[in-house]
């Protein structure tokens, strides 16, 4: 669904009076979406399908729409999309390093970025033109902080379309309340964002202290070396063969019958 210039009006006139006027289609649409954000939804996941859901019904020309999250670490995810061809332009901007979306998920990065001819913009040459091939000409990103204290956690809504010039100011305005909405949801449920995330990042690190011990004692056992060798075995083979050390780990250790690595050499 998409919303005339005629209702958008009307909404934006509802909005700055105190009388008794029903509210338009847009404003009672985010009226729902906000009682639902803080009322219903109390997982991260819940809250981004949301917002992207109502990106899609409610910003006109929106063909795709997708999260980004900014790791602590600094990495970018897209943990929420309405496509798979939103993962694939996402991951074109992260491979890059440079795009809308990208732009808009740093902590220090600008609260609005859009194009609307994306393939010809010269902020992005590699981005740009990848997602002009794809046929989607305008995009718009609008920053999520949903946490503004340290590792301040950010991302992003993004919004692409296969129509040049597709997002108009009204779009713009509606992507921001959306963006401010999500934000303010996510901050609502930062104790289950925190546990979840606490929990992953320990289940991971148990998990590849585990795989990496096993794959240490596997070359320590094969080789009659310590365990600073073996390990020095691993980073060595990790960087030659460009995989992470963990799952290099993991593949020796599930078929370390089949699997050998190369002597690490000596660093002058």
């Not at 990106?55 to 020309?61: F, Q, R, S």
Request: charged fraction near 25%.
């Amino acid at each position: 669904m998409s919303v005339s210039e005629e209702e958008w009006a009307r909404d934006r006139t509802w909005f700055g009076q105190d009388g008794e006027p029903a509210p338009g289609p847009l404003a009672s649409q985010f009226a729902d979406l906000t009682r639902t954000l803080l009322d219903v939804t109390h997982t991260v996941g819940g809250v981004l399908r949301l917002v992207v859901g109502a990106a899609v019904a409610i910003v006109p020309d929106a063909d795709l729409v997708s999260v980004t999250l900014r790791d602590p670490d600094g990495r970018f995810h897209t943990p929420i999309e309405t496509d798979p061809v939103a993962v694939e332009l996402d991951l074109l901007q992260y491979d890059h390093g440079e795009g809308p979306c990208v732009d808009s998920a740093r902590p220090d990065g600008p609260a609005l970025c859009w194009s609307q001819d994306v393939g010809r913009d010269p902020r992005w040459p590699s981005f740009g033109p990848g997602a002009a091939r794809h046929g989607y000409h305008s995009v718009l990103a609008t920053a999520l902080v949903p946490d503004a204290r340290p590792p301040r956690l950010s991302g992003a809504l993004n919004i692409y379309s296969r129509t040049p010039g597709a997002f108009n100011r009204e779009a713009i305005d509606t992507a921001l309340l959306l963006a401010t909405h999500a934000s303010l949801a996510l901050a609502h449920t930062e104790a289950v964002v925190t546990a979840e995330l606490e929990a992953e990042h320990l289940r991971r690190a148990v998990d590849s202290r585990d795989v990496i011990g096993q794959a240490k004692g596997i070359l320590m056992q094969r080789r009659g070396i310590d365990a600073d060798e073996a390990f020095d075995v691993l980073r060595r083979a990790s960087q030659d063969l460009n995989v992470k050390l963990a799952d290099l780990a993991g593949t020796l250790a599930a078929r370390h019958t089949e699997v050998d690595l190369p002597a690490a050499g000596r660093e002058g």
